[in-house]
């Protein structure tokens, strides 16, 4: 992932880059436009002196072409020609190119035509001025842009440093704060005061957000523990006294009946609290302690406990295990163990053996059944897939629960009649 500050630099780079490249075409045709009209500035010039000075020589015709003769020897760069009456030159200024014999390269030239008179005689006069001189400054110019490229993209880079070290070191220190802050421990967060108004802003909505949240939680917290107890003591009592209507000698059958129904479904209702309860805080991570556990141990502990559970319903539980170590809460694994067992022995067969093993980092409860359970309604809440009244709707959602927070996999499928649920650690 990039960071904030190395978004708008890269993007800041390219732009330069870009700007930087069009700019070459643009210095080079600048440059090349003065550079001629400097040069068209100068043939004129020297036109101009020609003119001047051929009207101060006073010399015979004969003696005057000798001397043409000799000046366009001695100087390439502008020629006489003589002219009939009627070949009258207009002015023209171009570009051209020809073969520099001297530099053994074809060069650019700025030539000026015209036609001077000289002893009232029409001659052809061109001046022609090398300008190969203008390709070389656009090397130049695309070298010192290149250059400077470089010292702006590394200005670039020790800004962006400097600023992400100085202007966003509270942001930093916030995050770092926030990353350390734990709900359950009732913490008070503490942010550092920053002269930037956006960070300043970010901090007070921070501190307030964090305050109702505690504020909240603690609420949630109290009101979940206390109407959980609240519940318990009319639950309880509810039972018992259907447990000695039960005793009635003078009971009949129907009304004995009703009674067992009612006893029932109080049971239900006391587990369903119970494991709201577990279920509020395991989410609320309130089983923050941690210690390293053997899973293997863990496991016999809970067959050892659901044993007689196994044998009233004649199923027998084998184990194929080995030691595997753990770092977690032994509370809710022994939890999460429980209720794995326990289904496995509720929806297994009759008279069908429960298997438990282990493969690799996988442990694997499999049990005998007539059709798949629907593996979207399995870590639902309340999709209860037992008519056993007793069933809470809640345990493979406990399950499930306690697998994300220690970020476990849990998985179901149906293979050749076997239910199998598997945790993969």
Known sequence: MNRLLDKPFQSFSIYALIILVCSIPVYYFVVDTIWLDELDEHNTII????????RKIDTQESDLDKTLNIWNSLQPGIAFTPLQTSEIYKDSIYTATSYNKFAKETDRFRVLSTTIFIQKKPYHLVISTNVE????TLLVVAIITAFFFLVLVLGFVFLNKRIARNSWKPFYRTLEQLKRFDLNKDQHIELEESDILEFEEL???????IEKNTLAFNQQKRFIENASHELQTPLAILKTKADVLLQNEHLNEKLSAIIAAINSNLARISRINKNMLLLAKIENNQFPEKANTNLKEAVEETVDSLTDYG????????MDLQSYPL???STLLEVLLNNLLTNAIRHGEVNQPVLISMKDNKL?????GKQALKPEQLFVRFAISSSETTNSGLGL???????????WKISYTFIDHFHVFSIEF
């Open 327 to 329: 770092y977690c809460n």
């Open 364 to 368: 694997i409860f499999s049990n005998r």
């Open 133 to 136: 001189e203008t390709d070389e």
């Open 47 to 54: 036109r101009q002196q020609i003119e001047q000075n051929i």
């Open 397 to 407: 959602s406990i399950s499930k629960e306690i697998c994300d927070q220690n970020r």
């Open 311 to 318: 044998l009233n319903k004649g199923m027998d539980i084998r």
């Open 203 to 209: 901090n007070t909505a921070l501190t307030t957000l």
